[in-house]
């Protein structure tokens, strides 16, 4: 049986990171084919992208993706939760992807699953931390954060977690399993020095 890897990218260029993300990946899910959703001329945060689409679905091709599909623009300019959800549901609907993989900072999916969960759930005390936080007058996000380290309770091991964009990109993909109830297997790849 064929084994499918799903990867989600900008590629905005495609860059010596992006590579060594992508044969990470093959080489961790042992997969025989790779579909990339890949945002077009606009992207996060409502971007113009620094190439157009073509160049980066030819540069993602060249490096060896087998198929690229353009995320909606809705979803590519749009928050990392959204970002993450749109991604998520086109994989989905392909019914052939086995695997997703994503970088993040921390080498520890586990725990990125863990404040994933708790996002998905949201558990009363947490709504009620979070509302707290939000009464501040702060961001949502920061507010968000703020509450998930109250209701984890243990600084010293949450604390650098959602300091990271790669890492709440990775936990907002993670949510986005949960939500759709996708059979897709997640895999992290951690992020080594800059990107060349």
Known sequence: MENVLGIIGEYNPFHNGHLYHLNESKKVTNSNYTVAIMSGNFVQRGNVSV???????????????DLVLELPTIYSISSAENFALGAIKTLNSLKLVDTVSFGCEL????????????LTEEPEEFKSLLSHELSKGISFPKARENALLMYLNDLRKYANVLSSPNNILAI?????????KSTLEPVAVKRIGPRL
């Open 51 to 65: 190439v157009d689409k073509w160049t980066k679905a030819k540069m993602a091709i060249l490096n060896g993706i």
């Open 107 to 118: 080498n520890d999916l586990s725990l990125l699953k863990e404040f994933a969960n708790i």
């Open 172 to 180: 907002e993909y993670l949510k986005a399993l949960n939500l759709t």
